[in-house]
């Protein structure tokens, strides 16, 4: 059990590294080995598992990423006259 553990903390390492873009290819294609329905139990469910871990790591991704993103404020005649925190809902 200690070696699953260890091998669990390990994979999240390795995700904690990842750009957006490398975990949602990954991401990806775990989704499409799961919907093939072809990988024995035992692996899916180890994917799934890191599947979730990737979902995680790339929600959080883009929740930084939104909150760095600025709109740009305009007067009546469309100048930029400033920018504001972009309202993501």
Known sequence: MAEKS???????????????EKALAELETIVEKL????VPLAES??????????????DTLLKAAEA???????????????TEP???E
Not at 12 to 20: E, N, P, Q
Not at 69 to 78: A, F, H, L, M, S
Request: hydrophobic share 35%.
């Open 35 to 38: 919907e093939r329905g072809d």
């Open 6 to 20: 260890a091998r669990g903390a390990e994979a999240g390492a390795d995700i904690a590294d990842m750009s957006f």
């Open 86 to 88: 972009l309202d993501v």
């Open 68 to 82: 760095k993103v600025e709109k740009i404020r305009t007067d009546g005649e469309g100048n930029p006259v400033g």
């Open 45 to 58: 469910i180890a994917i799934y598992e890191r599947g979730e871990a990737l979902k995680k790591h790339c």
